[in-house]
């Protein structure tokens, strides 16, 4: 149904400016972190989230982190998402 | 990868349109206003996954579409003076403005170079101190806190050659117009989760208050949207429009404080001109005075003819969402990604060029 073989690229990335992606911070220096995601390091920018810490995922907008993703609430609503999908097996 | 391959579920994906599917019987139009969206609805065939009932339209959320010609044709001026390096964005370069391009411009000699942050824009300053170096500030309340670091950095490090012409926007006031306009009777608003990040949901709140509009903020993955979709019409079904956020991992309601803060000390809010809407109040983002040796309309000063647009093309009708590109006589005949006449075919985000990417007559009918 979707096209799951469709993986972001740093092309893809650098292409369409108001995308965000989710990167993870591994190293943190001042307001500058490096980040990595799927393999590809990078350094950002941190002096929109100056909360993020080793380990957060960031939305990486432009350059610049712009917000630490919430874990616990990514959990949550897949398990919602999960309990509607059994919903209409039911049915 | 984290926190996009889960949004993408088939299983789960099926179990939202399902229940949309029980939920919906009133025919509704829903509006997304952001570019990010349309490409997702299209790319990810959304339209086909929910019932006939729910319509989606696009709506003005591609930063480079809504660039005003005029401009753009003050960026391509600003591009030809001597000494300036003029920096921008990528999918900025290809649109055609009035007479000219950017990429035209860098062809006649001038010093145009893509940028993907306002930091390599800072680097190109430092590394050449000799020239003037103008970013050219486009975006939404999204990418106006990474425009604001850059002139706090450029301060900080007294780089007195970086300058930026300041074209952002903000997203509430242009759905005001658009709902004022009456032009396209909406039931719903799909809300930019991007945007959201930074300014929360609380200046949404009017929408439902004075419009009875439903209001969801997305985010951008296919199980994100549906979530959204989900929930404009479980409110509109329910006749109890709200703010509602579908999006907790990334949005918070206050949004991100640091970056209003940033936004706020750098910028004040004045009226913006927006490509096939005209000038809409309150919604530019403009350098304070302080701030003013930063300002590219401070620093410098270029002659610029009246506008006009590309014949025949009616990217503005499309960006308001009074036409879909599929009603423009130009599109995939005249008008291509190769060869594109306006900005909405150049722009990756623009509705034009995700609907030749990835349309099909099923999924990209009129609604
Ligand atoms: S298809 Fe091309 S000419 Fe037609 S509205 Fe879109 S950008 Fe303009």
Known sequence: MFRL??????????????????VKIVSIDGDQAETEIAGVKRRVSIVLT??????????????????VLDQAEAEETLKLLEEIASLSEIH | MKFIDEYQDNKLAKGLAWQIAQRSTKTIRLMEFCGGHT?????HGIRQLVPETVGLRSGPGCPVCVTATADLDKAIALAH??????????DMIRVPGSYSSLQQAKAEGADVRIVYSTIDALEIARANPEKSVIFIGIGFETTAPT????ILQAQHDRLENFHVLSLSKLTPPVMKALLD???VKLEGIVCPGHVSVIIGSHPYEFIPRDYGVACVISGFEPLDILLCIDKLVQQIEKGEPKIEIAYHRGVKPEGNRKARQLMEDVFEIGEANWRGIGIVPQSGFKMRGKYEQFDADKAFSVPVKPSREPE??????????????????????VCTPERPVGPCMVSSEGACAAYYQFGTPENSQSS
Request: hydrophobic share 40%; proline share 5%.
């Open chain 1, 5 to 22: 073989s469709y993986r972001l690229t740093w092309a893809k990335i650098r292409d369409a400016m108001c995308l965000a992606v989710p």
């Open chain 2, 81 to 90: 003076l001597p000494g300036v390096i003029l920096t921008t964005f990528g």
């Open chain 2, 39 to 43: 490409h997702a609805i299209l790319r």
């Open chain 2, 312 to 333: 025949g093309c009616r990217c503005g009708d499309v960006i308001r969402g009074a036409a879909t590109p599929l009603e423009c006589k130009l599109f995939r005949k």
């Open chain 2, 181 to 183: 306009s009456g032009e």
């Open chain 1, 50 to 67: 100056p909360e993020a810490k080793i380990g957060d995922y960031v939305l990486l907008h432009t350059g610049y982190a712009i917000s």
């Open chain 2, 147 to 150: 425009t604001a670091a850059s």
